[in-house]
């Protein structure tokens, strides 16, 4: 990784966020920003994916390499590139109607592969950037256009979800917090293996209920709690149901003991697949004929 | 005597080893210089059911099976009942002396009844019954008067290492007593013989998928995402035995959808990529399809065709995916579409396909089917010319981030990695370098890669233009015409596509050996294409008639929306069944009628 | 002074309101007997940005908008810049006097600056400057002199309720005030008036996927299970809305994979049920639409339109996926594909395809697009027949568990779910029944349902033959050819498909206006058809032209791959934004030349 | 549901099985039979969903409703139908493919909804209809196809995901003991609400390493342990991680309070949605078009 210092300037894009005014996204990208600052992470070593919505933009608003993919996908993109180039970092930024809704099945199944991926997932409760349907994360009787009378399914889990599928780092962060988030990032970024950041993100034009206010009266930080302890699995899993007046935030788990996806890969132990050369010798391949004959 | 000129069919329960027995009978008479054609016919189960394996033998190279046999070997009864009609006068029906057959139906037809102690020569001699299945293999070898040590051989080399050489004799001592007393029972009763060619030269025995897979070796393929699908499993794992090997990386993903986005990725980064899967799979690609249109994305997919819809007849073949490959994807975007007709072909198709993908950065879909993924053919080792494909590879505008220099020079006057351009093709550099930091979109997208946030009706004009403009490009560079395989002037061209290529040349070899001129025009490469010289190629038949295993004709529809041309007549079928010579001769009788 | 024949267009930010100012002012121009077309155009954001909303108003049923506009509303300045040149000599230019407009290029093309303290008067008489939208309509409204009544109705129908009428009474206090300002200011100058026509029918003010949503209800259907995507989200909020008043199920499903399932599954259980997306969910839908195919389940799939390939222009709109979606899914199986032209026939379509899909058993896509599913029209209730729908009623086959007498006597003699029948349909009996009893499959099955364990050949052919068969019968029974508008003998032939309809209707009034002799052949239904009989309506247009908005020339292709017959030439448009009469028209200039 | 007596005779199906000589799919039938009799269950108030694999043919050798599917979909056509005829026994059995691979999605999105579904899961931890690669439970390092070097991926853990999913019932059986395995789907198909019954079922033909002996030598039963309590959400969750030289199968989790699906639609308080009267009231239409006006 880069030491050379990198400034908030340096990853500064030509492209103007469209979001809207107050949306928890723009503390998120700013973390985003501080979080390669403070690992001094160069625009041209991250590879950013993310997937559709109004989070998934994030992309376009960062210096450094990216891919704006489609709804619920990114996740598997993010996979193939890092087996191809696997000494850039890779990130995935996405909705939670992206990773918790439609992408689900990509998430349970990178969790337990533990490739070297951050996975930002920007949780606002609610569908944006479609208008306010509601989403996989919305609470339970949320009220939106696509469930006038209140939703009747409880919501997803994503802590719970994620220490039961294998991830080996997990934690959740709040817009509303650049500073702690960038922390929660910069850990997760660092993490050899799948690193989870779910991040409460307020979305002031459809979500009327999680607002910067209702977070602001409910987090605390794990952090906080001298006596948590994130190695501890059945700590997390209690945490991880912990819900209602008092809500945590900061790193819900850890576990360093589990090697990569791509540690586990022979043909990458020298380098990138991308620098391989092609074709491969002819003699190994007249050698397969043989086995032909 | 008829010499080396043979059709054995073998069948059993699935379990008994029918593919297994026939893939090794076949390999041990190629060994002797001869050329076969095997196919297989299996039902969606592990064990049971009946199965049956076929294996065509003769002096010339063969395309095609035939349905008429001249040995069936039967690993039950069954088979003797379902095959019997398939028996040709004179020819032989082996079966266990144990098995109740009704001998005189087999006589009723002008067949030999030729009973043997197989279990009981498996037990006694090997100690095992499920050695039956050499027993049988060796029996018929001894009726045929076939050397037996080429059957000793497989036997070495497919029990030598994995079991211990024990098993291998065992096997071999059963092979022995069979073959003895099998020749001394039947042979000179039997006309047709099988008889070494001195010193041939070596070939490999060799399926469609296998074909592929050495395909995308020689191109320099290093990465493979699939999800297991018939009948293109069998190509997926291929390519997972070669991964230590080659030093590719291949992912079994959690489904289809993943594959393909996993080859996305991986493409994107710079590295050859591909995935393979069939029609149900193939449905699930079809949103990431339209993404590696879109973004202009390098990947090749392999479409290995089975009867739908739904789940249909998974085991079995058809052709019936052509038109929803061609126009699967939301939105319009380049793609190219192949299918090649040969094992030859899968190799050479396969390499292609790649350097398609890369020069004109869009997916590539590659088809076959059950038949031509497993059907087998001996070939000169030649025919695979590794040095050629290397020679031939072709990454298009393609720099990778540590080509330092030829960046630096590229770059010189900026980068953009969808630049308008004449043949609307831009150059790619793969993330990574520091002075090339972009982001892609599928959403309409910039020159830069960034969305077009003002969506601006110009830069849409523009991006649609400049992606489609490579079809034209490439229809005019790279895209191949339809070829011919016969007499020039014919009175009746049977035109194709893909797998039926090997049925309809043996049909048109038959037919014009009795007086008739037929030939074939067999496309390889489906889209995009020179349709005016299709169009004329086709105003230049007298009449063409075309053969496909579908029920719609599609290779017809499609003809007809590029060319307006109607085909004089189509054959078709769509039970599951691989078409074959007899098939399309007979067929081309009832709708000679209509042309 | 010209009376009621006026086109205004609102502009300005995402958020500002643009949007839902553009649609009250509609329906108050609509309740004061007049006809409207609104159509709206906006980008892939929440806030910022610049969307548009025009409204055009005659005395006459209208069908499209026109890029000419007489009165520019501007929400803020970039909207004057980017829309001046549409403004006619004459014309005015509305906004706020605290702009930075350069009223002398307004002036510069021959219209009216018409600056107005709207802010001002939002705050002052409002008290809240997010009333500036009421003071831009009501401003508009002073200028046409329309009567403000209409817009104080509106206002109340808006916030009466919603808000408490408190907020109300203040937007027509700041209506009110603007109105009078600015009637005194520009009303003298500006010659195009609005008159309300008096005791006119009172009329709905409606669009195309509320239509369809209606058409759905009448007709039914009780389940709907989506996953929202633009264009097609407000078809499935209209059906959330509905859930209580008509006892109807709706379900929000975490994919479109899962949404169509969700219908399958209803509809098996003898519900009328429907799904709705946009090409990105419907390629994700392609694989359970082979399976409704493959068990001849009766499904609905609206799919709205919008620009690709991957997520394109996702609030723009197009007509890229007809051959996608008449491909769509592997192997072969039946559909029927429907394009409703008008908010009407969206109307009667939707309903006509529940009875399609449940005559036939076969899933049936019902196509819009952006355009279509937003545009506005007044129409006259009775333009929706409910009675009429309801007589109309087709369930085909089906006799549901709980209706015991007719059970009882049909299967008196056996039933079987896949019943070989003439017509290719069996008897359908959702489970439920003590007395019958079965289970179906994707996988080929026999008559029973069961998979046939055997594979045989034959079942396989009839199987086939028994659902292709359904095609043929509804081209001959339920079908219909393509439709005439305008003049018998015309010249030029305009052939389109779904929402083009609008457009090149009022393409052809306009060019016959001016002495040509033009009309239109407009498809509704798609697939299947009777194509002898397009075949003679085609060889019966002296010259026909296919307009549509894509890029390749879709309806135009399917059309050749049907017929053989080849378009004189085709009039695309693939820049994500509709069709409008004067664009076919110029267009027309140009490929006139090839006719 | 009828009280009736329900022999095993009345379930036969004409179909014969498929299946190989010793598959633990007959287990899992002749359990399903035995549930069927237990409850009184008659053939017409049953409908199976299945996806395709080996053991989802399942719904073709017992005399029942049935729809065999799509690979990993028969989750949601089972939500759609029951949504449609809820007074129907809605039963799910698919593969360990369809449900944990594939299919994983609509998996995480029943068990948030919480419908009266049972939901049967034929676990051989591998892939049998397509002879034999490794499927998401196989244990890590196991040798297939597919892994010719052994899986890199960690395994599937329906029990702690189906808990962090938010599933009502949780239980694990095995084919190899019928009676008990009909006990667990007797329970579960008695729960209001959505069960889970993941069965370890032998594939004696590709998966030599998860054999009957392998699970005999390993399995105890939950019910043994007076102290254990399927109430408990934090004992299931240790449970759950139990994996090694003792396998507990049985009922692993029960929650009864949680209102189910359907019982949160008001149309569907009368009677089956299938039964309501269309088209519906041409006054209630009439009366729509007014708020157009
Ligand atoms: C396959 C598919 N289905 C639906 C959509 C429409 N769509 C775009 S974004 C989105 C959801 C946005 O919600 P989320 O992922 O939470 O992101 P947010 O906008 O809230 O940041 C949907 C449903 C799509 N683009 N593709
Ligand atoms: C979309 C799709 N992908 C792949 C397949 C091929 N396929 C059929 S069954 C199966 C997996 C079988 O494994 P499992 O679900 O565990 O069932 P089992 O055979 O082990 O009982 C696969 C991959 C398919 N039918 N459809
Ligand atoms: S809609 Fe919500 S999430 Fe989207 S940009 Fe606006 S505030 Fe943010
Ligand atoms: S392959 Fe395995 S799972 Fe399939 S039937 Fe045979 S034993 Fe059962
Ligand atoms: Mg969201
Ligand atoms: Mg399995």
């Known amino acids: 990784m880069a030491t050379a210092p990198v ?27 501080r979080a390669m600052v403070q690992l001094g992470l160069r625009p041209h070593e991250v590879f950013f994916v993310s997937g559709i919505g109004c989070g998934s933009k994030l992309p376009d608003y960062i210096r450094a390499n990216g891919f704006n993919s489609l709804h619920g996908r990114p996740v598997p993109i993010a996979q193939g590139f890092l087996l191809a180039h696997h000494d850039m970092k890779v990130i995935v930024v996405d909705g ?47 009220v939106s256009t696509t469930s006038p009378e209140g939703t009747i399914e409880w919501p997803v889990n994503p802590i719970a979800i994620a220490l039961a599928a294998g991830a080996t780092f997990i934690a959740r962060g709040f817009s509303g917090d650049p500073k702690h988030l960038a922390d929660l990032i910069a850990k997760g970024i660092q993490h050899k293996g799948y690193a989870l950041i779910d991040v409460f993100q ?66 990458l132990a020298e380098k990138p697949l991308y620098q391989h050369e092609i074709p ?10 043989v086995a032909f004959m | 005597m008829v010499k080396n000129d043979v059709a054995f069919k073998l069948g059993g329960e699935a379990g008994q080893g029918v593919e297994s027995s026939g893939m090794g009978f076949a390999k041990a008479i190629a060994r002797a210089g001869l050329y076969i054609f095997g196919v297989q016919d299996y039902m969606s189960r592990i064990r049971g059911g009946h199965n049956w394996y076929q294996v065509r033998v003769a002096e010339r190279q063969l395309y095609s099976h035939e349905p008429a046999i001249q040995l069936l070997i039967a690993f039950d009864e069954r088979t ?39 279990l009981k020569i498996a037990e006694e001699v090997g100690g095992n019954k499920l050695m039956m299945n050499t027993a ?104 997972c035995a070669q991964t230590r090997r080659f030093g590719i990386v291949v992912r079994q993903s959690e489904d289809e959808i993943s594959g393909l986005l996993h080859c996305i990725g991986a493409a994107h980064a710079g590295v050859r990529a591909f995935a393979c899967t069939s029609g149900g799979g193939f449905s699930l690609m079809v949103e990431s399809l339209s993404l590696a249109g879109s973004t202009e994305t390098p990947v090749v997919i392999v479409l290995a065709q089975r009867p739908g819809p739904a789940t249909g007849l998974p085991t079995r073949t058809g052709q019936e995916d052509l038109l929803f490959a061609l126009h699967a994807g939301h939105g319009e975007f380049p793609r190219a579409v192949l299918a090649p007709g040969t094992i030859e072909q899968c190799f050479y198709e396969m390499a292609r396909a790649f350097n398609l993908a890369e ?176 169009t004329d190629i086709l105003d230049n038949c007298r009449s063409w008639v075309v053969v496909e295993s579908n029920y719609t004709g599609q290779l017809a529809r499609w003809i007809r929306m590029n060319t307006g041309r109607k085909a004089d007549a189509v054959i078709s079928k769509y039970d599951g069944r691989p078409l074959n010579p007899t098939y399309i001769i007979e067929h081309l009788q009832e709708v000679l009628v209509g042309v």
């Open chain 1, 7 to 33: 400034t908030m300037k340096d990853l500064q894009s030509p492209v103007e966020p469209t979001w809207c005014p107050g949306c928890g996204d723009y503390g998120i990208l700013n973390a985003v920003k």
């Open chain 1, 96 to 142: 939670d109607g992206d990773n918790y809704g439609i992408g689900g099945n990509h998430w349970l199944h990178i969790m337990r592969r533990n490739p070297n991926i951050t996975h930002i997932v920007q949780n606002n409760m609610v569908y944006g950037l479609t208008k306010g349907q509601y989403a996989p994360t919305s609470m339970k009787g949320y």
């Open chain 1, 202 to 267: 307020p979305c002031v034009i459809f979500n009327r209920v999680n607002t910067y206010d209702w977070f602001r009266e409910r987090i605390y930080k794990l952090e906080d709690d001298p006596n948590y302890d994130p190695h501890d699995r059945n700590a997390a899993w209690e945490k991880a149901h912990e819900w209602g007046d008092r809500i945590p935030i900061g790193v819900f788990y850890i576990n360093e003991e589990v090697p990569t996806l791509e540690e586990q890969i022979p043909a």
């Open chain 1, 280 to 289: 491969p010798k002819v003699e190994d391949l007249e050698a397969l004929k």
């Open chain 2, 80 to 118: 003797v009942e379902e095959h019997l009609s398939e028996v040709v006068e004179g020819g032989g029906v082996l079966y266990d002396e144990g098995f109740k057959v009704d001998a005189e139906a087999i006589k009723a037809r002008g067949a030999i009844p030729m009973p043997m102690p197989l």
């Open chain 2, 136 to 239: 049988a293999v060796a029996a018929a070898a001894g009726i045929v008067e076939f050397d037996l040590s080429y059957i000793e051989q497989v036997i070495r080399d497919n029990f030598g290492r994995r079991k211990g050489s024990e098993i291998a004799d065992r096997n071999i001592r059963v092979a022995n007593a069979a073959y003895e007393e099998a020749r001394k029972r039947y042979a000179h009763l039997f006309e047709w013989k099988l008889e070494a060619i001195p010193n041939a030269p070596k070939r490999m025995v060799i399926n469609g998928n296998q074909a592929l897979g050495l395909g995308a070796l020689a191109a320099g393929c290093k990465f493979v995402a699939s999800y297991p699908m018939t009948p293109a499993s069998s190509l997926f794992e291929f390519m």
């Open chain 2, 359 to 534: 020069k004109y950065q869009m997916p590539v879909i590659v088809f076959t089917d059950n038949f031509l993924a497993n059907s087998l053919r001996a070939i000169d080792p030649d025919a695979f010319d590794f040095r050629k494909v290397a020679s031939e590879i072709d990454r298009g505008k393609l720099i990778l981030p540590h080509e330092h220099e030829k960046v630096e020079q590229a770059i010189a006057n900026g980068y953009r990695r969808y630049e308008f351009t004449d043949d609307g093709i831009s150059l790619r550099i793969p993330p990574g370098h520091p002075k090339v930091v972009y982001s892609v979109a599928g959403e309409e997208h910039l020159p830069e890669g960034f969305i077009d946030w003002e969506e601006t009706a110009d830069n849409r004009n523009k991006m649609m233009r400049k992606r489609m403009r490579k079809l034209e490009v490439a229809a005019q560079n790279d895209m191949r015409p339809p070829e011919f395989y016969g007499p020039d002037d014919a009175d009746i061209t049977f035109v194709c596509w893909g797998s039926s290529y090997g049925p309809v040349r043996e049909a048109v070899d038959t037919l014009n050996r009795n007086g008739m001129r037929t030939n074939m025009l067999h496309f390889v490469d489906i889209h995009p294409l020179d349709w005016d010289r299709v």
